[in-house]
């Protein structure tokens, strides 16, 4: 069981910087990939970025250059800094997780989502 709680959302004006966390906590024996979701009115969720347990990243292309995801695996915790926003970034911001949690006789690598953060950015 894996809780996801993000923070960091908020309104501003484009071209103004925004970093989001997410910390995860519950009891697991590992977290692999996490990664930053976002979903705008009427849209699917899509992805943002993700980051391995490796440290190996992936950007959509419309935030490549402007978004950074990175972690800290003692904090168990992701961040997003999100420079040169622009009104296209709004969106509600989720965090997802997957981790490697006990299940009868089996570890089983389950994924997770946190609440959601608002972004907004305005022109």
């Known amino acids: 069981q894996v809780q996801l709680v993000e923070s960091g959302g908020g309104l501003v004006q484009a071209g103004e910087s925004l970093r989001l966390s997410c910390t995860a906590s519950?009891?697991?024996?590992?977290?692999?990939?996490m990664g930053w979701y976002r979903q705008a009115p009427g849209k699917q969720r899509e992805l943002v970025a993700t980051?391995?347990?490796?440290?190996?990243?992936n950007y959509e292309d419309s935030v490549k250059g402007r978004f950074t995801i990175s972690r800290d695996g003692a904090k168990n915790t992701l961040y997003l800094q999100m420079n040169s926003l622009k009104p296209e970034d709004t969106a509600v911001y989720y965090c997802?997780?997957?981790?490697?949690?006990?299940?009868?006789?089996?570890?089983?690598?389950?994924?997770?989502w946190g609440q959601g953060t608002q972004v907004t950015v305005s022109s």
């Open positions: 997802n997780a997957n981790a490697r949690v006990a299940r009868p006789f089996s570890i089983s690598e389950v994924m997770y």
């Open positions: 519950g009891v697991f024996f590992s977290i692999n990939t």
């Open positions: 980051i391995s347990g490796g440290g190996s990243v």
